[in-house]
């Protein structure tokens, strides 16, 4: 599976942006995906996962409902929309596909996209 992210870009604080991950070799239906961040000096950090469809989503803590992860089936996609951003959210932003175990663990998955830079100024 590959994995191309897109979407990122510099925005202020309260703002919003929405983060693409489009999918090819494989029906993005059938597989979990994930978003991973990482900031600078970081490591890679859970941000949200949707299991395979009908696809129950999961949320790291920090998102507190500020952030949705969906998936277009017919694009071969999947989404993530970013509300209320605040300047602790800049970072680069992955997503990655197919975990081999624990969903919220950067370690499970093999399969990732080359990230997209957000930065939110305040």
């Known amino acids: 599976v590959q994995l191309q992210a897109s979407g990122g870009g510099l925005v202020q604080a309260g703002d919003s942006v929405r983060l693409s991950c489009a999918v090819s070799?494989?029906?993005?239906?059938?597989?979990?995906m994930g978003w991973f961040r990482q900031a600078p000096g970081k490591g890679r950090e859970f941000v949200a996962y949707?299991?395979?469809?009908?696809?129950?989503?999961y949320y790291a803590a920090f998102v507190k409902g500020r952030f949705t992860i969906a998936r277009d089936n017919a694009e071969n996609a999947v989404y993530l929309q970013m509300n209320s951003l605040k300047p602790d959210d800049t970072a680069v932003y992955y997503c990655?596909?197919?975990?081999?175990?624990?969903?919220?663990?950067?370690?499970?998955?093999?399969?990732w996209g080359q990230g997209t830079q957000v930065t939110v100024s305040s």
């Open positions: 990655a596909a197919d975990p081999r175990d624990s969903y919220y663990s950067a370690s499970s998955y093999d399969s």
């Open positions: 070799g494989r029906s993005v239906s059938g597989v979990g």
């Open positions: 949707i299991n395979p469809s009908p696809g129950s989503p």
